[in-house]
């Protein structure tokens, strides 16, 4: 390699997609930004929801077969037990991956992917990069009292969003110069004027959830929040409107994303702060 190469070297630049349940749907629009633009990402990240589609985005999915898949989707696919108050298994979750992208592991992926999940043995975040893709991406979505916890080799994972809700910082730990954070809970937190135990315990997780996400936005040099509000995580109800905000938002950000695949954008400082705190898999 020449000096003149060397120093012209294409920057790395990952893309981070965050969970939201439900709402991560509106991800799908932020990819057909990306298309639009011939925007062409070096490595990808997920949490829960966000696993799904930056495995599917990983490998090669456009957001059109995206919408298909989704559009067909229903609660009962992915929370199988029709038992309420009873923790469904993970079954629904790789059924979808497996149908989708086949019983492969996450090397075989087009691109380089990491899911972000929690061990509630070690409470360590997991970055998964090796290993069955399906059980990797049911861990990180695996919500505590909504599934059941996933084995994974050693390990026992739940919701990677317990530690990592928008993991910004794992493209840069494989070396990546620059990160796009997409984060479709934008709206996790309002308040509550109620003075009654469910109300303030409701906005108590809210606002852990807050804390949760800061990290990502730290980590990403430019963050897409997709505005969800009037949309429940729960449901998939409007996902055509939610792939519409997430596009809307996604171009918005445009310019500024722009600047960063144009070479114009400053790179971001940023310590290993909780490299020690996390496993890799």
Known sequence: MSVLNFFNKKPK???????????GMSHI???KAFEEFGLDFDYISGTSVGSIIGAA???GMSSKELWEIAKDLKVKDIRTNKVFFMPSK??????LMIETLGDINIENLKKPFSAVAVDIKTTKEVCISHGNLAKAVAGSCCVPGIFQPVEFGKHLLCDG?????IPANVPRYFGCDYV????CNSTRTYGTESNKVIDVLGCSIRVLMKSNAVKGYM???VTIATDNKKFKSTSLDGIDEMVEQGYKNAIDMMPEIMKIFQGKAKKIKLKD???????FI
């Open 13 to 23: 630049i990952g893309v981070a997609f965050g969970g939201g349940g439900a709402r």
């Open 29 to 31: 629009g932020v990819i």
């Open 57 to 59: 985005y990983a490998n």
């Open 90 to 95: 993970t079954d629904g979750i790789q059924k």
């Open 161 to 165: 969003g317990l530690q990592n809700t």
């Open 180 to 183: 796009i954070a997409v984060d």
């Open 219 to 221: 980590c990403a040099d």
């Open 273 to 279: 702060f909780d490299k020690d705190e996390i496993e």
